[in-house]
């Protein structure tokens, strides 16, 4: 989602959520007719304690890439198997890439499908179902200004020893520049739910 221009000085809070790797796939399938397409939603239903996922497409070309949650890779396979028995076309691929991206994009222009907004990496632009790190920038009273979402690449290029010296060096390289953060104080701050959490004290 497009958030607008954000106000640096405006930025009080920032909370910072990594998630875990876990294995990836890509399934297509093509659905006859919307009954049909409810199989591939139930059974990723079904197997939410395993696996999140992220819906690429929806219409006659249905596709879903999905995440191990717990490192049982072997769910990946359940999920191929269950869908080959009741789909006549079944694309599965065991990673995200762009080509798989552009194959879903192709398909979706020849059969009229949708193709849903997934999240994309706000410093290099890559198209990301499961970024590595969701940064969230909050006003004072916690009202939310704006998300970013950074990809595994790029958060593995991060140099940075500390937790806070991490995200003020994802911020800064953020298509947005967030640079201005730098000079200002991030207090490490409690949350409930056990994110990190920071309150900004702007530079004067
Ligand atoms: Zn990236």
Redesign the pocket.
Known sequence: MRTSRVEQGRIGQISVEPHPEGAVAVYLVESADGRDGMLIQWLLDELSDYVDRTQLSRGRLLSYAVQTVNGRADVLDEIERVLKEHYPFVVVQRTFDSVIYKVVKDLCAETGSRLMPIPH?D????P?PFPDTVITLNDDRGNKLASRC??R??TASTMARTNKDYVISLLSVDRRRFGLLRSSELIRSRNKARKLCYRVNAAR
């Open positions: 990496c410093i290099c632009g890559r990301e950074y990809c690449t790029c």
